[in-house]
């Protein structure tokens, strides 16, 4: 308490000081302006380099942007919209392998994101894993080359892309959804996602993905983001016999790692069927 009472004393007689000195007030204020002035730099370069970061991952995840465009639009006959979207959930509900492999690819990653800062990891693992594999790095080209197979595959879907008609703005992917909640009701519930060996180092439960892809409110789409799915239509795929939704093998809530390379890993064991997603590690 004698030391406390000590500094709080000191700096009661700076402040009467300052106070009683009448000259030092002005010096204070000039001082005070110049260290706002000599400050203003570092703040814009930290903001900037917020929003740049941003808007990389943006133009990144917008170059595979699968079209939302008229998912409103319902045409005669038909319970779903004419959106690109729709197209390909179509394709995986009727179990359209062909059509899916030629317009989609063998292998592929769906994301769905929204426009903000959210999916920067995301976005770096993504990229990192693109790029390391372009460069055929040893790492993740390995000496099985088969454990890449194909080509880098992307599609993303933004969850909050937004139309307006008769001037309400209405959320397209909430319409996805509703349109194909059978596929999404498959998806928590089918009793295979939850087995699978990533869900399972996880302790992955159908509650997770209950809560990720159904809810009793049709009107409110229950999808966070960023998450990620895996399709597999290749034949080396050991979950294909096992897959209630065509081609889907993992779906991933949360793109582990503290790094943009770590997480370009768990991209890699992902499309490779290995480590956490191919054996229990527990």
């Not at 979207?85 to 394709?91: A, C, I, P, S």
């Not at 790492?139 to 194909?150: C, H, R, S, T």
Request: aromatic fraction near 14%; include cysteine; glycine fraction near 6%.
């Amino acid at each position: 308490m004698v030391v406390l009472r000590a500094i709080g004393g000191f700096f009661a007689r700076i402040g009467r000081w300052i106070k009683e000195t009448a000259w030092i007030q002005p010096l204070l204020i000039v001082g005070a302006i110049f260290a706002v002035i000599f400050s203003i730099p570092h703040i814009i370069k930290g903001v900037s380099s917020w929003f740049d970061e941003s808007d990389s991952a943006n133009k990144f995840l917008t170059r595979y942007r699968l079209d939302l465009k008229d998912a409103n639009v319902v045409p005669d006959g038909k319970y779903v919209g004419k959106s690109k979207v729709d197209e390909f959930l179509t394709y995986v509900e009727d179990g359209e392998t062909e059509k899916i492999k030629t317009t989609y690819g063998e292998r592929f990653f769906v994301a769905f994101v929204k426009d903000d800062s959210s999916s920067k990891d995301l976005y770096g693992g993504l990229k990192t894993f693109k790029d390391k594999w372009a460069a055929k790095d040893q790492e993740f080209v390995g000496i099985d080359k088969n454990l890449l197979k194909g080509d880098f595959r992307l599609h993303t879907i933004y969850v909050d892309s937004t139309t307006t008609v008769d001037g309400e703005e209405i959320n397209l992917f909430d319409e996805v959804w509703t349109n194909h909640y059978p596929l999404f009701e498959t998806m928590a519930t089918s009793n295979y996602l939850e087995t699978t060996y990533y869900a399972m180092n996880h302790s992955y439960k159908v509650s997770d993905y209950e809560k990720a892809f159904t809810s009793t409110n049709l009107d409110a789409c229950p999808m966070n983001t960023p998450l990620v799915m895996f399709f597999d239509f290749s034949e080396d795929n050991p979950l294909k016999d096992n897959q209630k939704v065509s081609g889907l093998s993992d779906v991933i809530f949360t793109l582990e790692g503290s790094s943009d390379l770590e997480r370009a890993r768990t991209l890699k064991n992902c499309w490779s069927h290995t480590d956490k997603f191919g054996k229990l590690m527990k």
